[in-house]
Structure formats: C-alpha cells, structure tokens
C-alpha cells in the first residue's frame, strides 16, 4: 500500500485518518503518517491507520506525531477491528510533544467481538502535555469470546502530566470459552520525568473467564513525580488462572515517590494466585525518595551509588510495610553491587538496604553471605542481616582497614590474558629473530645450519676464512 501523509494545523470536528480501508474481509492499511498541531481544538478521533473488517484486518508502520492542541477524541497511531476474525495493529507509534487530552490514548489498538486480538510491537512516546485519562502501548480487546495478546509494547515518557492509568501492554477479553489464554508479555514503561497521578502497569491481561499472564514486563522510573503506584504485571480472572510473574521493576536516578506510593512486582484481583515468581526489583544507584510500600518481589538486587555510605539511611526507604511473602515463598536478595567511582568499601562497614516501617516475612538467605562488586574490577563477600525494621549488608571480607580490596577473578583472567599473550608474542619475536639469524648464517655458508661444520675438497673442519663452528 502506497504511504500517505496528513498534516492538519488550527482544529477540526471530524475524525481523522492517515489512511482507511473498510470491507467484508482482508482490510489492511499500513505507512501513514499523520501530523497535528501546534494548535487547534480537534473533537474527532485521530487514526494513523484505520482498518475495519468482518473477518481479518490489521493496520501496521502507522504513525501518528501530535505538536498542540485540544483533543477530546480518541487517538490511536493505528486501529483494527474485526466481528470474528483476526485484528492485528503492529508497528505503529504515537508522539506527543504538548496539548490537553480527555479520552484514552494507544500505540495500537486491536478490537474483536469473538475474534483474536493483537496489539504488538507499538510505541508511545509522551514529552509533553496533560493527559485526563488512560495511556497503552498497545492494547487488544475482545467484548465477547477470544483470545488477546498485547506484547512487545512501550511507554517512554520524559514529561508532561498523567492522570489515567499508564500500560506499556493491556490485553481484555470479556468472556473466554474454553482455555483460551490472555496475555501481556514483554512490555515496557520507561520514564524519566513528567507527574503521574494514577497506577503504572508494565502489562495488563485481564478477562472474566480463563486464564491470564502478565509476564516478563519491565517498568523503569529514573525520573519524574509518583502519586499512584508501580505495578510490574497485573493478571485478572474471576475464573481460572492468574499468573503475573517474571516482570521486573526498576527504580534509578532520584525520582520522588508520594508518600502512598507502592511498588508490586504483581497484582490480581483473584486471591491465591501467583503474583511472585521471578519477580525483580532492581535499585540502581538511586537517590530518589522513599515509597509507601513495597510486595510481590522474590528477588531484590542492588547497585548502591558512589556517594552511598554506612551513614546512609538505606538504599530504599519503605515509610510503611514491606512484605517478603507470598504465601508458603519468600524474597531473596540476589545481588549487593556498588557502583564504580567511590571509594574502596572497608571491612567491617555495614550499609542498609532497605528500611521499613514494618517487615513482613524474613529473606530466605538472611544471616548467609553473597559475593559484592564494586565496578569491574573489585569483589567483596557481603554478610546480609534482617533485623526489626531493616536489612543490612555488611563486608566481611575483601575491603580496606588493613586488607586490600580483592580482585575480581574475571579481572585476574583478563590480566592474564594479557601477560601470557604477550610472553607469547615475545617467545614469537625470538622463533623469528633466531630463525632469521640462522637462515642468514646459512646462506654464508653453501646452506649449511649456523654451528654445522663444512668441508670442502681439500677442507677442513671450520671450513674456509675461519668460519667454522666456533666462528658461528
């Protein structure tokens, strides 16, 4: 299909489309541009791609660029829908740079009554503006029976103001029939600035009755305003399964978190399901402010900033309940890193990693040791203690106060890599220089080897000119 471009300035009513196609079947609209603003009311919806179909239509490589304005329809950077077929919108991507805007908002958005829905791959970038209502990546929505994934989808925000939900990938089917599967799966959320006043999702899958998975989500805050909330995965089901699992939380940088502020690694609406399993939080080197609460972690790794000290309140402050738990499992502390750039660690420091205002459950390797590095070069066995209301780390070995810092492995084999590849080069260089003096000698001598003896009719040992033996 051949791309087409649309650029509207100063408002309009109606709805908008970089391109659409409307049948029966195989509807497909692909490579649009569309481009908004800076200024204007608009009170239509906005589609990149727009494809509408009673069996099969997906919309793809849509792309939607919004400059100013007011909006109070919806926008998408590519729509497909379909009654019982397969919608897909893929590849699309939406950019906000300022404006106001009322309705929710998607990278892509796939809808079916009984159909397969399919929001992959899309990206929406916000930089600016106030948003009254939901961001998505993508989203894939069935009202009756089918099956929806969102997957691969991305948030990236660096400014502007949030009051909806946010979620990289949101997959919904009303009513499932059968053991078909929703999911949300390898999306994302990155945000550096901006102010958020409701949840963050990495992944939403969600239905009435089946089976849901969110998982392998990421969220990532290095900046901005939290008033809400983080959530890795949520699974929802009043029916079957809910397994919001493996998705990962990254706070860095200084963030500020409101004081109700939570961090999950997942969440359901279904009481007993797993919202635990290989679930990560990661503080690197983070500065930022403490959260109200924190749960649904199993794991917990660390990279503590150069200016970090054992006078330090802790490397994350929880101003309520932290909880280790989740049903018979409990969390872990995977890692305790410290960032290159500060001084060497001393035997004997201890540093707090997390304090709380309470602590449910206790760390399965509470009072055993892990190995710590401090950039690439130093390594450290690290002693980890649960007490009250803390979590401490303390070196035990391989720090300063009377002993040098220990050399990470990794390094020493690097090191001596690199010696014994030079021995190597030099054992080379005397082959070479040896073999070249001979080979010279040689030639001198008719072809004989240095230190060989010649003779010749009527010779003697040494040969001619004195050039024997001892003489090489």
Same mark, same amino acid.
């Given at each position: 299909?051949?791309?087409?471009?649309?650029?509207?300035?100063?408002?309009?009513?109606?709805?908008?489309?970089?391109?659409?196609?409307?049948?029966?079947?195989?509807?497909?609209?692909?490579?649009?541009?569309?481009?908004?603003?800076?200024?204007?009311?608009?009170?239509?919806?906005?589609?990149?791609?727009?494809?509408?179909?009673?069996?099969?239509?997906?919309?793809?490589?849509?792309?939607?660029?919004?400059?100013?304005?007011?909006?109070?329809?919806?926008?998408?950077?590519?729509?497909?829908?379909?009654?019982?077929?397969?919608?897909? !919108?893929? +590849? $699309?991507? %939406?950019?906000?740079? /300022? =404006?106001? #805007?009322?309705?929710?908002?998607? @990278? &892509?958005? *796939?809808?079916?009554?009984?159909?397969?829905?399919?929001?992959?791959?899309?990206?929406?970038?916000?930089?600016?503006?106030?948003?009254?209502?939901?961001?998505?990546?993508?989203?894939?929505?069935?009202?009756?029976?089918?099956?929806?994934?969102?997957?691969?989808?991305?948030?990236?925000?660096?400014?502007?103001?949030?009051?909806?939900?946010?979620?990289?990938?949101?997959?919904?089917?009303?009513?499932?029939?059968?053991?078909?599967?929703?999911? !949300?799966? +390898? $999306?994302? %959320?990155?945000?550096? /600035? =901006?102010? #958020?006043?409701?949840?963050?999702? @990495? &992944?939403? *899958?969600?239905?009435?009755?089946?089976?849901?998975?969110?998982?392998?989500?990421?969220?990532?805050?290095?900046?901005?305003?939290?008033?809400?909330?983080?959530?890795?995965?949520?699974?929802?089901?009043?029916?079957?399964?809910?397994?919001?699992?493996?998705?990962?939380?990254?706070?860095?940088?200084?963030?500020?978190?409101?004081?109700?502020?939570?961090?999950?690694?997942?969440?359901?609406?279904?009481?007993?399901?797993?919202?635990?399993?290989?679930?990560?939080?990661?503080?690197?080197?983070?500065? /930022?402010?403490?959260?109200?609460?924190?749960?649904?972690?199993?794991?917990?790794?660390?990279?503590?900033?150069?200016?970090?000290?054992?006078?330090?309140?802790?490397?994350?402050?929880?101003?309520?309940?932290?909880?280790?738990?989740?049903?018979?499992?409990?969390?872990?502390?995977?890692?305790?890193?410290?960032?290159?750039?500060?001084?060497?660690?001393?035997?004997?420091?201890?540093?707090?990693?997390?304090?709380?205002?309470?602590?449910?459950?206790?760390?399965?390797?509470?009072?055993?040791?892990?190995?710590?590095?401090?950039?690439?070069?130093?390594?450290?066995?690290?002693?980890?203690?649960?007490?009250?209301?803390?979590?401490?780390?303390?070196?035990?070995?391989?720090?300063?106060?009377?002993?040098?810092?220990?050399?990470?492995?990794?390094?020493?084999?690097?090191?001596?890599?690199?010696?014994?590849?030079?021995?190597?080069?030099?054992?080379?260089?005397?082959?070479?220089?040896?073999?070249?003096?001979?080979?010279?000698?040689?030639?001198?001598?008719?072809?004989?080897?240095?230190?060989?003896?010649?003779?010749?009719?009527?010779?003697?040992?040494?040969?001619?000119?004195?050039?024997?033996?001892?003489?090489?």
């Amino acid at each position: 299909l051949a791309a087409s471009w649309t650029n509207i300035n100063g408002g309009a009513s109606g709805a908008i489309y970089g391109d659409s196609a409307v049948g029966v079947t195989n509807q497909s609209t692909s490579s649009n541009n569309v481009t908004i603003g800076p200024s204007g009311s608009y009170s239509g919806n906005i589609y990149g791609g727009y494809a509408d179909s009673v069996a099969n239509a997906d919309s793809f490589n849509n792309n939607v660029s919004i400059l100013g304005g007011s909006f109070t329809g919806q926008i998408h950077g590519a729509y497909a829908s379909t009654l019982n077929g397969i919608a897909s !919108a893929y +590849n $699309n991507t %939406v950019i906000i740079d /300022g =404006g106001t #805007f009322s309705i929710f908002l998607t @990278g &892509g958005l *796939a809808i079916a009554n009984d159909g397969i829905t399919s929001a992959s791959n899309n990206s929406f970038t916000i930089n600016g503006g106030t948003i009254n209502n939901n961001v998505y990546g993508g989203s894939a929505h069935s009202s009756g029976n089918g099956v929806s994934g969102a997957d691969g989808n991305t948030v990236t925000i660096t400014g502007g103001i949030v009051t909806g939900t946010i979620a990289g990938g949101q997959a919904i089917v009303q009513n499932v029939s059968g053991a078909s599967p929703v999911h !949300a799966s +390898n $999306n994302s %959320v990155l945000i550096s /600035g =901006g102010v #958020f006043n409701n949840v963050i999702y @990495g &992944g939403i *899958a969600s239905t009435s009755t089946g089976s849901t998975y969110a998982t392998g989500n990421t969220v990532t805050v290095s900046g901005g305003t939290v008033n809400g909330g983080i959530t890795g995965g949520y699974a929802g089901t009043t029916i079957g399964g809910a397994f919001a699992t493996g998705n990962t939380v990254i706070i860095t940088n200084s963030p500020t978190f409101n004081a109700g502020a939570f961090l999950l690694g997942g969440a359901t609406n279904k009481p007993g399901e797993d919202v635990f399993s290989n679930n990560r939080l990661k503080i690197w080197n983070y500065t /930022g402010s403490s959260v109200g609460q924190v749960l649904n972690f199993k794991y917990y790794n660390f990279l503590l900033p150069p200016s970090f000290t054992t006078a330090s309140s802790a490397a994350l402050g929880v101003t309520g309940n932290l909880n280790l738990t989740s049903g018979s499992n409990s969390s872990t502390i995977e890692a305790v890193d410290f960032a290159g750039g500060g001084p060497t660690r001393n035997n004997g420091d201890v540093y707090t990693l997390l304090r709380a205002g309470s602590i449910t459950g206790t760390i399965t390797n509470n009072g055993q040791t892990i190995a710590g590095k401090q950039g690439a070069a130093l390594q450290y066995t690290i002693l980890l203690a649960q007490n009250a209301n803390t979590i401490t780390a303390t070196i035990i070995s391989g720090g300063g106060g009377g002993s040098a810092a220990t050399l990470n492995p990794q390094m020493k084999a690097v090191s001596e890599g690199r010696t014994s590849g030079a021995i190597a080069v030099n054992q080379g260089g005397d082959l070479v220089a040896g073999q070249g003096i001979n080979s010279a000698v040689a030639s001198t001598h008719g072809g004989q080897p240095a230190g060989s003896s010649r003779s010749g009719s009527g010779g003697s040992a040494g040969g001619r000119g004195g050039l024997g033996s001892s003489g090489a």
